[in-house]
């Protein structure tokens, strides 16, 4: 199983970036996924989530309305449309694999890191 974060970089407040993940070693057309984020000095931080075939989603409240969640299982790819960018939406940004019938994730890529600041 491998999922390869890309996309990250530094912009100003205000901007936007696309994040992408893919994946591979897995079927992923069967797995709900996660993007999850984790700010220098913090915890993980669940940022949103959709459904194997993309038609559910849900994001965190600070996310909610600037960020989106989309799928293409046909290539194998999960990204996060990132508009309005913030500077405390500066973190390091992981996809996750979610646990079948549980909370949790079970397999993460190396993350990508995105710094907004003026």
């Known amino acids: 199983v491998q999922l390869v974060e890309s996309g990250g970089g530094m912009v100003q407040p205000g901007g936007s970036l696309r994040l992408s993940c893919a994946v591979s070693?897995?079927?992923?057309?069967?797995?709900?996924m996660s993007w999850v984020r984790q700010a220098p000095g913090k915890g993980p931080d669940w940022v949103s989530a959709?459904?194997?075939?993309?038609?559910?989603?849900h994001y965190a409240a600070s996310v909610k309305d600037r960020f989106t969640i989309s799928r293409e299982n046909a290539k194998n790819t999960l990204y996060l449309q990132m508009n309005s960018l913030k500077p405390e939406d500066t973190a390091l940004y992981y996809c996750?694999?979610?646990?079948?019938?549980?909370?949790?994730?079970?397999?993460w890529g190396q993350g990508t890191q995105v710094t907004v600041s003026s």
């Open positions: 996750a694999r979610e646990l079948s019938g549980s909370p949790g994730y079970d397999y």
């Open positions: 959709i459904n194997t075939g993309g038609g559910s989603t």
């Open positions: 070693g897995f079927t992923f057309s069967s797995y709900d």
